[in-house]
């Protein structure tokens, strides 16, 4: 968490330097997450189900001048994982909790309703995730058991130790689209694609991160 408030602190700074217009605004965002997991593990494809999660952060949307450009760098609690396996009676999956820092370059048409595309780097700190197994308890005798499902967690280990399960620390790339009006409301969908392998080196295998997200949010007015 450290890590992410000195981003933010460099964020900050940013802001008062010369090139950014006064009319940069501070906003909050929430939306949907759509999340997978690419690679190969035993050298099989890696790639499970799709999990949905939510997202909510806060962003700076900062104009450059006045050109069409400007500076959004946000902090985001975004869910991320995939399914790992599911038959009628059992359904696993990673339930990976992360700290995303975007820092996003957008171009704007600067009309009434501004649409803007852009992109930009995304660092990713792991947060507390776990291994989810559930397991139906329906039987031929008995269709609707109570309860209907046994559930069991186990806390994920992060780090580079041969008994860590996957790396914390993430990186990718994000692009996204939207568009927001003037009085602050703002839509935009955004894809991260991770860059960096998350899968531990004794375990050989390869584990990326990708991530779509859809989101609502406001920027408030910077009086």
């Known amino acids: 968490m450290k890590k992410v408030l000195f981003l933010l602190a460099i964020a900050v700074c940013f802001l008062q330097t010369p090139v ?3 009319k940069s605004r501070v906003g909050v965002t ?17 790639k499970g189900g799709s999990i949905k999660g939510f997202t909510f952060g806060m962003i700076v949307d900062a104009p450059i001048g006045k050109s069409n450009f400007s500076f959004q760098p946000g902090v985001h609690y975004v869910q991320k994982g ?35 595309v852009g992109l930009g780097p995304v660092i990713s700190f792991e947060m507390p995730s776990k291994l989810i197994v559930r397991t139906s308890n329906a039987t031929a005798a008995e269709t609707n058991p109570d309860p209907k499902y ?13 008994l860590d399960e996957l790396r914390g620390l993430d990186y990718g790339a994000n692009i996204l689209a939207g568009f927001k009006m003037n009085c602050g409301f ?8 991770g860059i ?13 991160n990708g991530v779509a997200a859809v989101k609502i949010g406001w920027l408030f007015n910077n009086k």
């Open 186 to 193: 703002l839509v935009s969908a955004n894809y991260t694609f």
């Open 150 to 162: 046994t559930r069991s967690e186990k806390t994920i280990q992060f780090g580079k130790e041969p």
């Open 196 to 208: 960096r392998n998350i899968a531990t080196e004794a375990s050989g295998n390869e584990l990326r």
């Open 82 to 116: 995939k399914v790992i396996s599911e038959t009628v009676k059992v359904k696993s999956w990673y339930a990976l909790r992360y700290i995303d820092a975007q820092m996003n370059f957008l171009y704007n048409t600067n009309k009434k309703t501004n649409f803007f």
């Open 20 to 22: 950014f217009s006064q």
């Open 30 to 46: 929430a939306g949907i997450t759509s999340s997978n997991m690419y690679g190969t593990v035993d050298s099989a494809d890696a």
